[in-house]
């Protein structure tokens, strides 16, 4: 299975409101709504953000939400934070019984 | 509260077996609760799932490197293993041992441990 398509890198100021998406394809993320998403901070291991599109695991901020449109996932990140700066994959589920991760978004508060 | 170890030699020659366990601590494989199993990450790269075990033994493999693992499980001593054959420069990454969610929700990883990182080179 390919790779989930992810932007390279993404920027904001503090305050502001960005997104980042994850393009997949109608077997994976087009079929299914488990898509996740993991934040990432250097040599530190990934943390779950999202799962199931728009969930949201106890003890993450109420500033991350997500959705899905089509093949299209989306992570939203409101009032922009210092600490929000990392790089950030998307995940989902693939026939048969497989997943599949985003090439991976840097995060950039500037 | 919940921790998981990653553990085996950080250096390995390329055509050898790669071979990493995790202890889990905190929580019970054998409960059933969750699925274990293994994600890497090339230096420098994204993330890439190799695999998924249940307490019964059941596996689920990436397709891509299904020929090269295999994973297993001791519920006895709480523990994950990881064991990939002829390995090449290519598999030098982070090895992160994980919990994944069950049910509803399976293909989650809510938790994973600290990694380890794999070079493979002679």
């Known amino acids: ?110 | 509260h919940l921790q998981l170890q990653e553990s085996g030699p950080g250096l390995v020659k390329p055509s050898e077996t790669l071979s990493l366990t995790c202890t889990v601590s905190g929580d019970s494989i054998g409960s059933g609760r969750y699925y274990w199993g293994w994600i890497r990450q090339p230096p420098g790269k994204g993330l890439e799932w190799i695999g998924t075990i249940y307490y019964t033994g059941t596996t689920y493999y990436n397709p891509s490197l299904k020929s090269q693992v295999t994973i297993s499980v001791d519920t006895s001593k709480n523990q994950v293993s990881l064991k990939m054959n002829s390995v090449t420069a290519a598999d030098t990454a982070v090895y992160y041992c994980m919990r994944q969610s069950t049910g509803s929700y399976q293909w989650t990883f809510d938790f994973w441990g600290q990694g380890i990182l794999v070079t493979v080179s002679s």
């Open chain 1, 1 to 110: 299975q390919s790779a989930l398509t992810q932007p390279a890198s993404v920027s904001g100021s503090p305050g502001q409101s960005i997104t980042i998406s994850c393009t997949g394809t109608s077997s994976d993320i087009g079929s299914y709504n488990l898509v996740s998403w993991y934040q990432q901070h250097p040599g530190k291991p990934p943390k779950l953000m999202i799962y199931a599109v728009s969930q949201r695991p106890s003890g993450v901020s109420g500033r991350f939400s997500g959705s899905k449109s089509a093949n299209t996932a989306t992570l939203t990140i409101s009032g922009l934070q210092a600490e929000d700066e990392a790089d950030y994959y998307c995940c989902s589920y693939a026939p048969t019984s497989t997943v599949v991760f985003g090439g991976g978004t840097k995060l950039t508060v500037l």
